[in-house]
């Protein structure tokens, strides 16, 4: 069965923000953050489990070098889990592999995840993660 082409991509939120403690702390958390912003909040959507349990997520971000030229840096978070995550726990778990390369970049706000590989190297799939500023 081939992944979804998106995950995800209707829940807003920062990698600014401080990461919950937990995925239900995330749930709470991801709420007060739609209401900040204004968006309308799916409470159903964010605690159905997503249709696959384990997958590579590419994330990309600017770094300064030792000469001070910007360097482009590719990354991947490796999510492996034995049950299919919620929403809510897939993002707390990501957010807590990349808020120390994220939290200072300009494109810091989560967009949402888009099918790169339905099957990678090591045949799961490769999504890469869509960031706005």
Request: glycine share 6%; net charge negative; hydrophobic share 40%.
């Amino acid at each position: 069965m081939r992944p979804p082409e998106k995950l995800l991509t209707d829940l807003y939120w920062s990698f600014q923000a401080t990461l919950p403690g937990n995925a239900q702390l995330m749930e709470v958390a991801l709420r007060e953050y739609h209401e900040d912003v204004g968006c309308d909040f799916n409470e159903k959507a964010l605690l159905a489990r997503l249709p696959i349990s384990s997958l590579n997520i590419i994330f990309k971000y600017d770094q300064r070098g030792i000469t001070g030229e910007w360097l482009k840096i590719s990354e991947v978070v490796q999510i492996r889990r034995t049950a299919a995550p919620t929403p809510s726990e897939l993002l707390h778990e990501l957010h807590f592999a990349v808020e120390d390369r994220l939290a200072d970049q300009d494109h810091h706000f989560f967009e949402g995840l888009w099918l790169c590989d339905p099957k990678g190297a090591d045949g799961l799939p490769v999504y890469e993660l869509c960031l706005g500023s």
